[in-house]
């Protein structure tokens, strides 16, 4: 198991928002993107990189905007997981639609411990995919769990479903 890193929230969805620029759709971002998106001034956006870079999450140069490391990959599909298992759960317990699980889970997907979203994801046969038809990262912490531990949380959701 890696070692965690402490992150901010705010760090923590930065983060997350270079993944989906920089790895899904190819894309360089900028401060000035990144400040528009988050509707806040660019010198938050560069104190927020500077603060990424420090945790080697990012490589930060001046005028230029970010870049995710290694580190800063992993962690953002660490995090990226955790939003997209809260997805399932939403639309598959409480019967969200996908655009509306998608909106609380963003709220708190931060919040949620490994433990929690490792049991969700066992609970529902480690899904692929979310409702969004994105990938769910695949945990080894949980995917290394008994057939009999998945089985008895199946059965209490499969109880609660119905």
Not at 11 to 32: I, P, S
């Amino acid at each position: 198991m890696s070692v965690r890193i402490n992150l901010a929230p705010k760090e923590g969805k930065y983060l997350t928002f270079l993944y989906r620029k920089q790895v899904e759709e190819e894309k360089r971002v900028t401060t000035t993107i990144l400040a528009k998106s988050f509707r806040v001034n660019p010198a938050t956006v560069t104190e927020i990189f500077q603060k990424l870079a420090k945790k080697k999450l990012v490589e930060y140069t001046r005028y230029y905007g970010a870049k995710l490391t290694e580190r800063g990959i992993v962690e953002a599909e660490r995090l990226i997981r955790k939003h997209r298992i809260l997805e399932v759960f939403l639309v598959r317990f409480l019967r969200y639609d996908a655009a509306k699980a998608c909106k609380e889970a963003s709220i708190i997907d931060h919040y949620c411990s490994e433990e929690l979203i490792n049991a969700i994801c066992q609970a529902y046969r480690h899904p692929k995919r979310c409702p969004c038809n994105k990938t769910i990262f695949s945990n080894p912490d949980c995917e290394g769990k008994s057939e009999l531990e998945s089985k008895s949380s199946n059965q209490t959701v499969g109880d609660l479903n119905g």
